[in-house]
């Protein structure tokens, strides 16, 4: 089922302290082809624009509640399908000094049972598109889904840096979403720290990320794409919805910043980033029972009983983690970065 009602709320709610970039439900579009021309150049409908394959890839669907956009993508093992809108880099640079966050929301349809090995991603690309910042992918054929990144794995160690795939079930395990369900799902990049989050069904998670090797960490646009993989041999179709793009200071990805039980949100940790010590506010005296880290990969590396002001993070890797507080009212969980 589309949702529509939930796409309106966040415009009204959780953006309106944001600058929305791009946003696009699909319904103001006719049914049909979205474009004539599918060598990026000419725009079609709502300003889209189409790259690879036929113009019958990209078409816009009728839906219970109103339209969607539906991709197909290759029946063979190469080809990739991509839509865009040119406007990002304008609208972006327009935005108010101090939002240096992008953010991308989406709702995708999960489709049935089939065997093309075909993924339908949404990723944001760098200013001169040589790098994807921040992206998810959907694995059509098992319904897995994976963040992507543009990442250093070792700091400046031995391995690559470039772009890598990441499961995002628990302890690293990988997360197969309902079939022939709407979910929604974001991302966010943040292009001074360089913090990637993806947030979704079952999921809530992020790194810091790499500098691309151009140095240009801007986004230049967001793409819907559909990549055919290795031995495929059936297209493959999927359907997106209530698309959109803002800027703000801080990641609030499908209306909230945290995992929190508002009863509990006067809770705080400091600072942030931290790099010795990470110090636990509770101005309410709330009764903490146990305080635990972990890891994007799922990981509990430090847990620790009772209450506390303070946690040592001086021998953690440098990246990101989610601290979750357990009190007699409730738990919460913050998400922290350790330098």
């Given amino acids: 089922m589309k949702k529509t009602l939930l796409f309106l709320s966040l415009l009204a709610s959780s953006i309106s302290f944001s600058q929305v970039l791009q946003s696009e439900n699909f319904d103001g579009l006719n049914l049909g082809n979205i474009g004539t021309d599918v060598t990026g150049v000419t725009a079609g409908q709502g300003g889209w624009l189409t790259a690879n394959g036929t113009n019958s890839d990209y078409q816009i ?45 989406f709702d995708l349809f999960t489709g049935g049972p089939t065997t093309s090995k075909n993924t339908a991603r949404v990723y944001i690309f760098n200013s001169d598109g040589s790098v994807v910042l921040a992206g998810l992918s959907f694995n059509l054929e098992t319904k897995a889904i994976s963040g992507i990144a543009y990442f250093d794995p070792n700091n400046g160690g ?31 990049y943040n292009t001074v720290t360089r913090e990637v989050v993806w947030k979704g069904p079952g999921f809530y998670a992020g790194l810091t990320g790499a500098i ?12 819907f794409l559909m990549g055919a993989g290795t031995a495929n041999a059936l297209a493959g179709v999927t359907k997106f919805d209530n698309f959109v793009v803002y800027a703000n200071n801080v990641e609030s990805l499908l ?85």
């Fill in 158 to 188: 031995v391995n690559p840096v470039g772009t890598y795939s990441f499961n995002l079930g628990t302890s690293n395990a990988v997360l197969n979403l309902t079939s022939n369900t709407w979910v929604r799902m974001g991302i966010s």
């Fill in 255 to 339: 209306g909230t910043e945290n995992f929190q039980n508002t009863n509990l949100e006067s809770i705080s940790i400091y600072p942030n980033p931290a790099t010795n010590v990470l110090n636990i506010s509770n101005v309410n005296n709330y009764e903490i029972k146990n305080i635990s880290v972990v890891d994007i990969n799922g990981r509990v590396v430090k847990n620790e009983s009772g209450a506390m002001t303070q946690i040592n993070v001086s021998d953690l890797n440098a990246g990101v983690y989610f601290v979750t507080i357990e009190a007699a009212e409730g738990k919460i969980t913050k998400k922290f970065i350790k330098q």
């Fill in 212 to 223: 691309p090797a151009t140095g240009t960490v801007q986004p230049r646009e967001v793409d």
């Fill in 61 to 105: 669907v009728s839906e219970t509640t109103g339209k969607s956009f539906q991709l197909t993508g290759s029946n063979t093992a190469t080809g990739t399908r991509y839509m865009w809108k040119s406007d990002l880099p304008t609208a972006w640079a327009a935005r108010t000094s101090g939002n240096n966050i992008i953010n991308t929301e």
